[in-house]
């Protein structure tokens, strides 16, 4: 039985968010068929697919967000005004209004990370158990300051569903697996309020179709997306000869070319040189989404601007691709999705993210050679690595991220959530803001990164928090039982019969390493 | 201490929480702190990471291509934002009004077309490269900084409260103990429970028993609710944190040598001229030097504060108001202990023909030299250490002298 439990937990902590606990059998049903367990969720690509009722294609929150913003220049236009004398006088010389209104777009971000994050001390001050990630209740008490506007209740509204759907999945694996590509393909909700309307819809849209279909496809999905078009500037290159360059007098912007060769696809040391970066930029020239006048098309839509393209046929990586417009482009991506670095890349970031901060090479090696004999089949990598030996036989060394983390304890804790604010809070305090990564980059994946001595001590705050507020009505060692069963060290049950209270077993629970590993 | 690549990254090009800026320091003081001569040297490096246009900070305004490169955003003399002279040719962003008194008061110098070995254009590999002190990407075990430290006679331990940064960065990183400190309000879990957890650790993941250890002294040792990040713009953050870290370092048992880094500088559109978002986020480091300054009161005057980054950007603006990844830039020296007022350059022009790879500013002097000659200056250390274990293979990069006083 032993065995049996310590294949389970590889199937549901490895693969999956952990399992649930209430009735829901998880550890059990994982140990009679570890790897069929895991597998089951590949079975159905349509799972993937997140839809909810009030989620919003990205074309009409494009929309939203452009008629919010005229809203606010009308407010503020008929505020000043009414009041016309005192105003420019107060801004400080380093806030010039001309700045203001360009940083508009991250302050409002910043500030909604910032009310939250101000908003917790008031609140924890007073009433401790509102930190529970999984608190349902309103705060009745809290006036809120202002009512959240559509761009702040969009983005809680896709944070939520995707809660919920971790929360409530079996094993998860296949939403382990989404935010593994999304993190892959980050966008940053900091960059703006477009990308921060954007950003659950980006996932929803360009990577949850792909995630068991091919890695072209989610690629040329991605880097066609308005929210990556925006993130990292694409709506602002345009090539230097193109019409549009030749009069507004402007040209290339290097930085989405850049990122797709050195973080989306052939990653850096993959080949690839500065002039390739240059030539794919001006190849993506013309990828944008209509802006609010609608000129190019609806607004908040990809649209190709042949007038804001480079003409001419330009060489990449060897390759001479032909002026066809936007086919330059696909042809262009394509190529590099199949190019062996990509392959390489790709093979060893997915190992790195489900088995060891150190990925073996004989697995890498294989999972490469499936990316490439069935030209990016996501869902062949998938079932390559469940299939292998090394990814069930490797010790639970990773450490699970803040995200791992906290959707793993409100499964075992059978809280599905209603409201999002105390895990979006919970992530900003642990380094982990939701869509909202430091650089294109994206999140790390790797111990070192995670397990640092201030995450550890704010974990262990969080976890103290859940137990104070949940303690109470739970049976700290029937919650091991669904955790771990007989694959639980002994150590570990001891410090929870031992504990001094249920609160206090209940943080020693969700700190223990059978819940921070995986 | 605990190592990685992506560690740094949770501090944010981009951030929102904490506006991109954090702080570490040396657990120790050295040993030679309170010396009989009353000199107690403190050293603070701030990395400004996503590549600072140090065209458009220190602009060349006497090379005759300057304008015509930087196009929109260049720099001028004249005009209703002049660009503030600091020589015939040099001059400084109309957004650094301190750092300008500072160059006056011969405590501030500037080091131009300066660079890292590193000569590619990705911020992490370049980053890698500025931070770990070695030639080429890919080495994270540790960071220059933090090697300078191992051959620093070691005092007492540190017994300040630390600032703020919820990571070490990687240049601070490395066998020496460093503290830093995660700004947050929140309950704090009980010491039993805690104690309870170490020893659960302890039998069975000694990785993590260390790791939260730490973080429990290190929480035990932070003080003061204004060090606490508040909401606001990058700017103020970034002057908060200098502040922060200022009132630690000023005090006798507190920090001797830090390091602090501010995101943001990645300016590929609407890097903005005399005004606009460059501008605003210079005028945070501005006021950053001024906090230090301040707060650092008597001991300003033996503190040298270091301001590099990982590369420079394109020499010519982009087709959108902005630059790309480039590789010469400068390098910032503020403090009561610079040998300043200078702008120190072997300048390479900028005629086509001049330019690294007909793009960039080309670099004239390594940026090792330049931190060598602090490292040198302030702590007394030896070529052959500079060379062989601060910044490995690094002997043809000679210690720039006379930075100093």
């Given amino acids: ?518 | 201490m605990i190592d990685c690549v992506e560690n740094r990254l949770l501090t944010s090009r981009r951030g929102l929480l904490l506006g991109g800026a954090s702080f570490a320091a040396w657990a120790y003081l050295p040993k030679f702190a309170r010396a009989a001569d009353g000199r107690d040297p403190r050293l603070v490096v701030v990395i400004l990471r996503g590549a600072l246009d140090g065209l458009a900070t220190v602009a060349p305004i006497g090379d005759p291509d300057y304008a015509g490169l930087h196009g929109s955003i260049a720099l001028a003399a004249d005009g209703a934002h002049p660009a503030i002279m600091l020589d015939s040719f040099f001059a400084l962003h109309p957004a650094m009004p301190e750092f300008s008194r500072m160059y006056r008061d011969k405590h501030a110098a500037v080091i131009h077309a300066v660079a890292t070995p590193y000569r590619d254009r990705s911020h992490f590999d370049g980053q890698d490269v500025l931070e770990s002190g070695y030639a080429g990407p890919g080495r994270v075990q540790s960071g220059w900084l933090n090697r300078a430290l191992e051959v620093l006679p070691r005092g007492e331990r540190v017994s300040s409260g630390l600032a703020v940064g919820p990571t070490t960065p990687l240049v601070l990183r490395g066998n020496a103990p460093t503290v830093g400190w995660a700004p947050v309000a929140l309950p704090q879990a009980d010491d039993d429970t805690a104690m309870r957890l170490v020893d659960l650790y302890r039998h069975r993941d000694p990785a993590l028993a260390s790791a939260l250890s730490q973080g429990l002294q290190l929480e035990k040792a932070a003080s003061g609710d204004d060090m606490k990040p508040k909401p606001g713009n990058q700017a103020a953050q970034m002057r908060q944190v200098a502040r922060g870290a200022a009132k630690l370092m000023a005090a006798d048992d507190g920090p001797r040598i830090a390091a602090l880094a501010f995101d943001g500088w990645d300016t590929h559109a609407n890097e903005g001229g005399p005004v606009g978002r460059l501008a605003f986020l210079l005028g945070g480091l501005d006021g950053a030097l001024a906090e230090f300054e301040s707060g650092l009161g008597d001991r300003w005057r033996d503190t040298v504060v270091v301001v590099a980054t990982e590369f420079g950007r394109t020499a010519r603006i982009n087709g959108t108001d902005g630059t790309d990844h480039g590789t010469g830039t400068i390098a910032l020296l503020a403090g009561g202990a610079v040998k300043g007022g200078r702008v120190i350059a072997d300048w390479p022009g900028l005629k086509l023909a001049n330019l690294h790879e007909a793009r960039d500013l080309k670099p004239t002097t390594d940026l090792r030299a330049v931190i060598k000659g602090v490292l040198q200056g302030q702590f007394g250390l030896s070529d052959r250490v500079l060379a062989e274990t601060v910044f490995p293979d690094s002997a043809s990069a000679r210690p720039m002298k006379g930075l100093v006083a």
């Fill in chain 1, 1 to 518: 039985m032993a065995r049996d439990s310590q294949a389970a937990l590889v199937a549901l902590n490895r693969f999956g968010f952990g399992a649930r606990g209430g009735a829901s059998g998880d550890l059990i049903n994982a140990a009679s068929d570890p790897r069929g367990f895991v597998k089951a969720e590949l079975a159905r690509p349509s799972g993937v697919l997140l839809e909810a009722p009030g989620l919003q294609s990205t074309q009409q929150l494009g929309q939203a967000v452009f008629a919010y913003q005229d809203q606010v220049k009308q407010a503020r236009e008929a505020a000043k005004a009414a009041a016309s004398t005192e105003a420019p006088a107060q801004a400080p010389a380093d806030q010039k209004p001309a700045l203001r209104r360009n940083l508009s777009l991250n302050a409002a971000a910043t500030e909604v990370a910032g009310q939250m994050a101000d908003a917790r001390p008031a609140d924890n001050a007073a009433k401790p158990e509102t930190m529970q990630p999984n608190m349902a209740a309103p705060q009745p008490a809290k006036p809120a300051p202002q009512p959240l506007n559509v761009i702040q209740k969009t983005f809680r509204a896709e944070a939520l569903a995707r809660l919920q759907r971790a929360t409530l999945a079996t094993c998860g694996f296949t939403e382990r697996l989404v935010v593994f590509w999304s993190n892959h393909f980050c966008i940053s909700a900091g960059k703006g309020e477009l990308a921060r309307i954007w950003a659950g819809a980006f996932e929803r849209e360009a990577i949850r179709p792909h995630v068991l279909g091919r890695f072209a496809d989610m690629l040329k999905a991605v880097e066609q997306h308005p929210a990556m078009l925006f993130f990292l500037d694409n709506q602002q290159s345009l090539g230097p000869d193109s019409r549009a360059g030749q009069n507004r007098k402007r040209g290339l912007n290097e930085n989405l070319a850049r990122e797709i060769m050195e973080l989306h696809t052939l990653g850096v040391g993959g080949g690839y040189t500065q002039a390739d970066v240059t030539s794919l930029a001006r190849i993506i020239t013309g990828w944008t989404f209509a802006g609010r006048q609608g000129q190019l098309g609806a607004p908040g839509s990809f649209v190709f601007n042949t007038n804001a393209h480079q003409p001419g046929p330009q060489m990449l990586l060897g390759r001479t691709y032909e002026p066809t417009g936007l086919a330059q482009g696909e042809a262009a991506l394509a190529d590099i999705a199949r190019h062996p670095s990509t392959a390489n890349f790709i093979a060893t970031k997915f190992v790195r993210h489900f088995v060891a901060d150190e990925p073996p090479p004989a697995l890498v090696a294989r999972l490469r050679d499936v990316f490439i004999k069935t030209d990016g089949d996501l869902k062949a990598l998938a079932t390559a690595l469940v299939d292998s030996d090394e990814a069930w036989k490797a010790p639970l060394t990773k450490m699970r991220s803040p995200y791992d983390f906290l959707v793993a304890s409100g499964r075992l804790l059978a809280r599905v959530p209603e409201d999002p604010g105390a895990y979006l809070n919970n992530l900003n305090l642990l380094g982990q803001p939701l869509w909202s990564p430091a650089g294109p980059n994206g999140f790390p994946d790797t111990n070192a990164a995670w397990a640092a001595p201030e995450g550890m001590k704010l974990r262990l705050d969080i976890a103290a928090q859940m137990g104070a507020r949940l303690g109470n009505n739970i049976d700290p060692l029937d919650l091991l039982e669904f955790a771990a069963a007989d694959a639980a060290s002994i150590d570990t049950r001891k410090a929870i019969e031992r504990a001094e209270s249920r609160q206090q077993a209940l943080a020693l629970l969700l700190m223990s390493p059978e819940m921070q590993r995986r």
